[in-house]
């Protein structure tokens, strides 16, 4: 069966320190895992994306690492702001076969503090 | 223009009422989405237009009545609700079905009484 799971399910950290988030998956066929960041009552908007040959890929303060081999993914944030407050869902694409090709990840609510 | 929008912002509905939601985008895109998202959980696809053409409808209750009118505009009936059906319903779209990247709406935070 196709899932995402991720984690922690929550997390609390205070301004200007690191963290990373988990994804692992069992899509299969993989065709690519991308990263949304969700504010409240808004909609996903992409971070990133990681293709099946790509092993980190970085967009500003945010990078995103893949090992397709153990099929996970990390997201790592460095130096968090107040405006990192959000949920954070992993998204996977599968190759092939009909219908809804997209699996989501239930999501990491990340809180940043002062 | 890139991006996705929805209105209302808000909707407060009874189980008695009709109401629909609009889609709009200019981006040029095929494809067009409709997901519902309860609290605290990621979205469920509900719809799926390609080319103006129903594509995928994932076992959707029949008082979600989807429409597309053209390549730009899709909308969502909405008729004799519960209250379950409580939730923000987010309107996507990408350039075409098996595009890569899906561009989200702000989404319409519906509520039913």
């Known amino acids: 069966k196709n899932q995402v799971e991720q984690s922690p399910q929550s997390l609390i950290i205070l301004e200007g320190k690191n963290c990373t988030l988990q994804c692992n998956y069992t899509v299969s066929p993989f065709s690519n895992l991308r990263w949304y960041k969700q504010d409240t009552g808004r909609g996903p908007v992409s971070l990133t994306i990681m293709t099946f040959s790509e092993n980190t890929k970085s967009n500003g303060r945010y990078t995103a690492t893949l090992d397709a081999d153990t099929k996970q993914s990390s997201l790592h944030i460095t130096a968090s702001q107040l405006s990192d407050s959000a949920s954070y869902i992993c998204?996977?694409?599968?190759?092939?076969?009909?219908?809804?090709?997209?699996?989501f990840g239930t999501g990491t609510q990340l809180k940043v503090e002062l | 223009d890139t991006e996705v929008t929805q209105t209302p912002k808000h909707l407060v509905m009874g189980m008695t009422n009709k109401k629909s939601l609009k889609c709009e985008q200019h981006m040029g895109h095929r494809a067009m989405y409709w997901y519902k998202q309860k609290a605290k959980k990621p979205p469920e696809l509900m719809f799926v237009y390609s080319y103006e053409k129903l594509s995928i409808n994932e076992s959707v209750p029949s008082r979600f009545s989807p429409e597309c009118p053209n390549s730009s505009l899709l909308n969502l009936h909405l008729h004799a609700l519960q209250p379950e059906d409580s939730a923000l319903y987010l309107c996507?779209?990408?350039?075409?079905?098996?595009?890569?990247?899906?561009?989200f709406g702000p989404g319409t935070r519906l509520t039913v009484l």
């Open positions: 998204v996977v694409r599968r190759v092939t076969g009909g219908g809804n090709k997209l699996t």
């Open positions: 996507a779209s990408s350039q075409e079905e098996d595009s890569n990247e899906q561009f």
